[in-house]
């Protein structure tokens, strides 16, 4: 299976602050990278697929990047709501996800 | 509007069955590959199984492979998810989750969870 790691594991950011998360990919997955933000006690929402492709509904604030193994998701000005656990998740084979990250408030 | 309800879970023994059901709303049910996603309390996710849109296709984690099975009722618009032979490390949070389209694993839509336990 691929292995996707994310980095950081966990962070603090204030409102209003510029957020990059990355996923590195044990191999390379072409664009098929997808990202989701969890909050506590809910369910997982997709934010970007294709790995740069924003969904429906999501603010503009949030980005994807990257190709082949190296992506980013970039949050360009945090907002309250934004903070929760981010997670990559490829569907370029049998579907794997990151471990997660971490976002808190600072 | 796409609706995903599960319903099922609960407390069962090691080595006991239990069956899981997503209810499906809002969109053409056979049109669209559909996954289970479990979360194990304060853990990460963790894909379980997919079936797909056009063909009713299935396939399975390596760990749950031969003891899960996923199928679905067409005309109940409804998903299964067979766990038997259960393990203490099957507990979990259950997602039900809707794929972009009939073959994809990126999900756009998530049910709200049933939880199983695993334990005596």
């Known amino acids: 299976d691929i292995q996707l790691t994310q980095s950081p594991s966990s962070l603090s950011a204030s409102v209003g602050d510029r957020v990059t998360i990355t996923c590195r990919a044990s191999q390379s997955i072409s664009i098929y990278l997808n990202w989701y933000h969890q909050k506590p006690g809910k369910a997982p929402k997709l934010l970007i697929y294709a790995a740069s492709r924003l969904q429906s509904g999501v603010p503009s604030r949030f980005s994807g990047s990257g190709s082949g193994t190296d992506f980013t998701l970039t949050i360009s000005s945090l907002q309250p709501e934004d903070f929760a656990t981010y997670y990559c998740q490829q569907s370029y084979s049998t579907p794997t996800f990151g471990q997660g990250t971490r976002l808190e408030i600072k | 509007e796409v609706q995903l309800l599960e319903s099922g879970g609960g407390l069962v023994q090691p080595g006991g069955s239990l069956r899981l059901s997503c209810a499906a709303s809002?969109?053409?049910?056979?049109?669209?590959?559909m996954s289970w996603v479990r979360q194990a309390p304060g853990k990460g996710l963790e894909w379980v199984s997919t079936i797909k849109g056009n063909n009713g296709a299935t396939y399975y984690a390596d760990s749950v492979k031969g003891r899960f099975t996923f199928s679905r009722d067409n005309s109940k618009n409804t998903l299964y998810l067979q766990m038997d032979t259960l393990r203490a490390e099957d507990t979990a949070t259950y997602y039900c989750?809707?794929?972009?389209?009939?073959?994809?694993?990126?999900?756009?839509?998530w049910g709200q969870g049933t939880l199983v336990t695993v334990s005596s």
């Open positions: 989750a809707k794929g972009i389209d009939s073959g994809s694993s990126t999900f756009d839509y």
């Open positions: 809002g969109f053409t049910f056979t049109s669209y590959a």
